[in-house]
């Protein structure tokens, strides 16, 4: 079973990360977060999680802005060839999200290091992060640096490139 977002928020403060929650109406896009947004200082995250020829998982998270060339990506994160997305039922079998709520937190359900962490240079410049705490009805801010901690916690190696 995929953690929940309770699970997600104890892993976080057994690391000792304080974020910060804001619930709002679910929210599928990014015109539907800035819409709803209000005051919520920080980068907004956009998530594409993509799988190459060989079967290899990448979740290349952005800012909210950010153009991705599809048809390039592949050069920069080391994909065996061009990525499409990764189809639903991986997306929760690895991630534990469904499609409008992927995440950089779904990091934490894949125990068995299935996906390669991506995350752009540009995005990481805020100091504060704000993504899905595994629901799309919810953002949740934590600082760039317990982000990165938080990615390697989960036992993955986060990749920062300049992807947008």
Known sequence: ???TEAELNAFL????????TVRHPPLFTVADSQALRGEIHGGHTKNLFLKDKKDNYFLVTVGEEA???LKQIHHLIGAAG???????????????V????????????DTQGKVKAVL???????????GHPLTNEATTSI???DLIRFVEATG?????????
């Open 82 to 96: 061009r990525v499409s997305f990764g189809r639903p039922e991986m997306l929760m079998e690895l991630l534990g």
């Open 1 to 3: 079973m995929p953690k």
């Open 143 to 145: 600082a760039a640096a």
């Open 67 to 69: 153009v991705v060339d």
């Open 156 to 164: 993955h190696d986060p990749v920062i490139l300049k992807v947008s």
């Open 120 to 130: 752009d240079q540009e995005l990481m410049s805020h100091d504060v992060i704000n």
């Open 13 to 20: 403060a057994d690391l000792g990360i304080a974020v910060s």
């Open 98 to 109: 469904i499609p409008g709520a992927v995440t950089v937190f779904g990091l934490i359900n």
